[in-house]
């Protein structure tokens, strides 16, 4: 199968770098690389881990969103692509039940996503992706914290998922 690949190089701010592209070489996703790895499933759990949700907004726009969590923490990874395969909207943030007054920022630095196909021409049935996701965090500690000289810092990570829609 000759392999197909559109490269889209977006700058959505000035420290913001954005890679989408298709690649119908569906070989390459293979989410035993990807630990953090979402299906799309119907779940009435509160507690579910690896659920991705993908749905048209309009016909302009696709809704990308891979949630876990466990009860006590949780991950949220979602984005938003328009009809021009550009990636309008990037969303990441994790929580857990602790209670402490700390705070953490989340700052997307740069991001990477691969798709099988293209959904607004082939349709969201059976989509497969990955992405990488450079991340940099900025955590405040809380007034208790604070005053055990716990200090503030930036951390960069990479955070890499993978979903898959065999709907």
Not at 148 to 160: A, C, D, L, Q, S
């Amino acid at each position: 199968m000759k392999k197909i690949i559109f490269l889209l190089i977006l700058t959505a701010s000035n420290t913001f770098s954005q890679e989408l592209m298709i690649d119908r070489n569906s070989a390459k996703f293979n989410h035993k690389l990807y630990a953090n790895f979402y299906q799309c499933k119907e779940s009435t759990n509160l507690f579910e881990e690896g659920l991705a949700r993908i749905n048209f907004i309009d016909n302009q726009t696709l809704f990308i969103e891979n949630e876990s969590k466990t009860g006590y923490n949780g991950i949220h990874v979602s984005f938003k692509i328009d009809k021009q395969l550009e990636i309008c909207e990037i969303d990441y943030y994790t929580w857990d039940d602790v209670e402490d007054g700390s705070s953490i920022e989340f700052h997307i630095e740069n991001f990477k996503l691969t798709l099988n196909k293209n959904p607004f021409k082939d349709g969201i049935k059976n989509l497969k992706g990955y992405y990488n996701l450079k991340i940099k965090s900025d955590y405040v500690p809380g007034d208790l914290l604070s005053r055990e000289n716990v200090e503030p810092r930036t951390e960069i990570f990479e955070y890499k998922g993978g979903f898959e829609c065999i709907q």
